[in-house]
Structures are given as structure tokens and as C-alpha cells.
């Protein structure tokens, strides 16, 4: 199991960054796939996720701001952060999810290595 995120870094507010991670095949290819992340004192928390057929949903605090997107060749799925703000802040994962009945969403795996995102204001 490899969930390995990349592409993190110092950005002022209003820049942009783009994450990477690799996830090993068995585990990207009919999956959800999901970012998250975690302020430090906060618990984690998803931002966003893309379904095998690339259709998208947001939490409402990166809507507008954020894309996520993946690329099945490669196993790998994207986050293009837009418009940064200080509170985004965290150090982001990805994950293969679950959505349950209830509209839930779970992480299935042991979390990888994150990649630290710092937006100074």
C-alpha cells in the first residue's frame, strides 16, 4: 500500500500550489480517490475527492478555489489550489475513500507521507 503526496511548500497568500500523489494501482484504480488535511491542533479533514469517472465534489471552504483531478494512467491524483489563504495552512494527504449510504465519507488505508503547506499572509 503507497499513498505518497508531494508538492508542497511556502506560497504567499493569493498564490497557488499543485499536489501530487501516488497511489499504488490496486489501490487507485476503482477507487475514490480523496485529499485531505490537518491543521496542527485540528483533526483531518477532507477537501475534496474524484470518483473513477472523474466527477468532483468540494467542500464549500475550496470551492472555486480548487481542483482536483486525476490521471488513471498514472495512478496519480492532483490538487491545483488557487487563491491560497493562511487558514489553508495544513499538511495535505490523499487517500482512497469510501461514501457510505448516509453520504459520509471514509478513508480506506493507512495514511501515507502528507506534504506540508505553508501560505504566509
Known amino acids: 500500500v503507497q499513498l505518497q503526496a508531494s508538492g508542497g511548500g511556502l506560497v504567499q497568500a493569493g498564490g497557488s500550489l499543485r499536489l501530487s500523489c501516488a497511489a499504488s494501482?490496486?489501490?487507485?484504480?476503482?477507487?475514490?480517490m480523496g485529499w485531505y488535511r490537518q491543521a496542527p491542533g485540528n483533526q483531518r479533514e477532507l477537501v475534496a475527492y474524484i470518483s473513477s469517472d472523474n466527477s468532483t465534489n468540494y467542500l464549500d471552504f475550496v470551492k472555486g478555489r480548487f481542483t482536483i483531478s486525476r490521471d488513471n494512467a498514472k495512478n496519480t491524483v492532483y490538487l491545483q489550489m488557487n487563491s491560497l489563504k493562511p487558514e489553508d495552512t495544513a499538511v495535505y494527504y490523499c487517500?482512497?475513500?469510501?461514501?457510505?449510504?448516509?453520504?459520509?465519507?471514509?478513508?480506506?488505508?493507512?495514511w501515507g507521507q502528507g506534504t506540508q503547506v505553508t501560505v504566509s499572509s
Open positions: 487517500n482512497a475513500v469510501k461514501i457510505r449510504s448516509g453520504g459520509s465519507v471514509n478513508a480506506l488505508y493507512v
Open positions: 494501482g490496486n489501490i487507485f484504480s476503482a477507487n475514490v
